[in-house]
């Protein structure tokens, strides 16, 4: 892949340091963690030694250590220059955080020229192993989906296109064959990151109903669905609590989430019902079974597709750790998102055709919480492609 995403240029920097931290790159499926690194490492021309923990047999502690002690022998004969380790899906080794902590502090302590990074596509179990054990010796770097620009300068993407096929770049060779690019989406990245990244990682009591929800959310992403609902759909004699749970875990992999509503005090914001948001438009597509063309005739879900790009734009961020990202809602008056950042505030509203629509709700929300920004995003407000081009911080900048 001959584009570079612009994380590289921060792995890089951190490798040519002399202090050492280990480095840990997370983010979904499919979205170039390992090209990434792969880049990086060639261009710093250090001897580097990969391995990958994503194979049928889970790999046990000693395979860390094993994989480690070669990576010394490699960074000794090098010298001064020293090498670099990298383990690929790290989190698929049970207790790997523990193994790691050890052989880090030991050549934290022989000052071995050994610089790791390890890499995971389920972040937020990673952040369990990380804050328990290797608290203070580690930087993450999180690679989210692909933005539009990404995808516009890496494949020269319309607007449209992104919308529809949303930002997975090992899927875009496939767009000329529909049929063909679905199916990669559903069962290559949809149900390896179910199966691998959820369920084999994580005590799931129903998973089947953890797979309904999944495509529930995407049906339904940039609506607000009650719990109650929710189970109504599913069929299921289940409760909130479990789906909440459910629904974390398919964000924790990076899939789909749901937005709290915004409110002064956590103990409101979880309470409230969640608004579904896919976290890459690709994965609402896929599951609708209409082709491109089909789904552009259809005036109604490509307004939900242009929202749910603007929401999974904002929901990225939220999930690399730049903002809080919420809905707002009070009788028939609502708010799409909220994005928090500190002690500022933006509300966004995403207007998908020039007809005329009340915007109260935005009115409302400013006289009551005082937003630093009220952006209309669409219609007569900011071009789509020109909020989807830009990083989220750029909208909430002073």
């Not at 202090?19 to 390992?34: E, H, N, Y």
């Not at 770097?141 to 992104?162: D, I, N, T, V």
């Not at 491109?292 to 904002?314: K, P, Y």
Request: proline content about 4%; hydrophobic content about 45%.
């Amino acid at each position: 892949m001959a584009y570079e995403r612009p994380q590289a240029a921060t792995l890089a920097a951190r490798l040519r340091e002399r202090r050492r931290f280990l480095q840990v790159v997370a983010g979904p499926r499919q979205v170039g963690k390992t090209t990434l690194v792969e880049q990086v490492v060639a261009s710093s021309a250090l001897p580097a030694r990969f391995a990958s923990a994503d194979e049928p047999a889970l790999r046990g502690a000693e395979w860390i250590a094993q994989q480690w002690d070669a990576a010394r022998l490699m960074a000794r004969e090098s010298g001064k220059r020293g090498a670099v380790l990298v383990l690929d899906e790290i989190q698929k080794i049970p207790g790997w955080s523990e193994t790691v902590k050890r052989l880090w502090d030991e050549d934290s302590r022989a000052r071995a020229p050994l610089k790791a990074v390890v890499l995971g596509s389920a972040p937020r179990l990673m952040a369990r192993g990380l804050t328990e054990s290797l608290a203070g010796r580690f930087e993450l770097l999180h690679l989210p989906h692909w933005s539009y620009g990404e995808m516009r300068e890496a494949f020269g993407w319309s607007l449209e296109q992104y919308l529809y096929y949303g930002g997975y770049p090992g899927a875009a060779p496939l767009v000329r064959e529909p049929a063909r690019w679905r199916r990669y989406v559903l069962d290559s990245l949809v149900e390896t990151s179910i199966s691998r990244d959820v369920l084999l990682l994580t005590r799931v009591d129903k998973p089947a109903l953890l797979r309904r929800l999944f495509e529930l959310a995407c049906r339904y992403s940039g609506q607000v669905l009650s719990y109650t609902k929710m189970l109504g759909q599913l069929q299921d004699a289940g409760n909130a609590t479990t789906l909440a749970h459910y629904l974390d875990l398919l964000a924790g992999a990076g899939m789909v989430c749901g937005l709290p509503k915004y409110a002064r005090g956590a103990a409101r914001q979880r309470a409230s019902s969640p608004k579904l948001q896919v976290m890459n438009t690709a994965l609402l597509t896929a599951q609708s079974g209409l082709h491109f063309d089909e789904a552009r005739a259809d005036g109604e879900l490509w307004g939900r597709l242009a929202e749910s790009a603007v929401g999974a734009h904002l929901a990225n961020a939220a999930a690399a750790g730049e903002c809080g990202l919420f809905y707002w809602r009070e009788r028939n008056r609502e708010v799409d998102f909220v994005v928090e950042a500190g002690r500022r505030v933006a509300a966004v509203e995403v207007k998908t055709t020039r007809a005329a629509r009340a915007l109260g709700g935005m009115a409302a929300f400013a006289a009551a919480f005082k937003p630093r920004r009220t952006l209309l995003v669409g219609g007569d407000g900011i071009a789509l492609e020109t909020f989807l081009s830009r990083p989220v911080a750029h909208w909430l900048a002073p």
